[in-house]
């Protein structure tokens, strides 16, 4: 069975700081893919980066970096001087190679950056 | 290039009623699936298509089904409904998951059982 855990549930910090959101996963498949989605108040999913098993490469896009250990099984996503529009809920997600169509979800962290 | 297109974007229905939702995905894309979002429970599957056919199925009761047309679009039908089926439902489409592409989400039917 798949399961993602993402502990922080609300976070709220002021515009320029730099927050990580936590994402902890369990798969028994050995091929494996992490994403990470964005849902800001319109309700529609973005998605935001996708990582294989095999690549344990941090990934920097702009403001956003990932890192993924899979010594702890966890890829975590930081967002560097925050901005107003980073506000929104953050899913971490997880598809197996055995259940591929069958994306499994964290529950999410609410993020709100303040002015 | 239009995104993938859910309809309605609200439904108020009561108890007992039954619905249908539609999703048209991404130009190209077969594969379309189904998640259901509520505060308590976040984003659950339902279920997953491919080609017209159910290739995957999340832990939910007979009364939810779904199915897709052979132009990829998809429709989920809720019977006899709940209150707590009051949720968004999610619609997402991708190349193929097949090969754990990235989804391309709607933004969704708000649904409320009264």
Not at chain 2, 35 to 56: H, I
Request: overall charge neutral; proline content about 3%; glycine content about 8%.
């Amino acid at each position: 069975a798949q399961k993602v855990t993402q502990a922080q549930t609300e976070i709220s910090v002021v515009e320029k700081e730099d927050v990580t959101l936590d994402c902890v996963y369990e798969t028994r498949d050995t091929t494996y893919y992490l994403f990470w989605y964005k849902q800001p108040p319109s309700g529609e999913l973005v998605f935001l980066i996708r990582r294989n098993s095999f690549d344990e490469q941090n990934e920097i896009s702009g403001r956003y970096s990932w890192n993924f250990q899979k010594s702890t099984s966890s890829f975590n996503f930081t967002i560097t001087a925050s901005q107003v529009v980073d506000s929104a809920v953050y899913f971490c997600a997880l598809s197996g190679r055995t259940n591929a169509g069958k994306s499994t979800f964290g529950d999410g962290t609410t993020l709100t950056v303040k002015p | 290039k239009a995104g993938v297109t859910q309809t309605p974007r609200y439904l108020i229905k009561t108890r007992g009623q039954q619905v249908t939702l539609s999703c048209s995905p991404i130009s190209g894309h077969r594969s379309v699936s189904w998640y259901q979002q509520t505060p308590g429970q976040g984003l659950q599957f339902l279920f997953e298509y491919f080609s017209e056919t159910q290739r995957n199925k999340g832990n939910f009761p007979g009364r939810f089904s779904g199915r897709q047309f052979s132009n990829s679009r998809s429709e989920m039908n809720v019977s006899t409904l709940e209150l707590g089926d009051s949720a968004l439902y999610l619609c997402a489409s991708s190349l193929d998951l097949a090969t754990n592409e990235k989804l391309f989400f709607g933004s969704g039917t708000q649904l409320s059982v009264l």
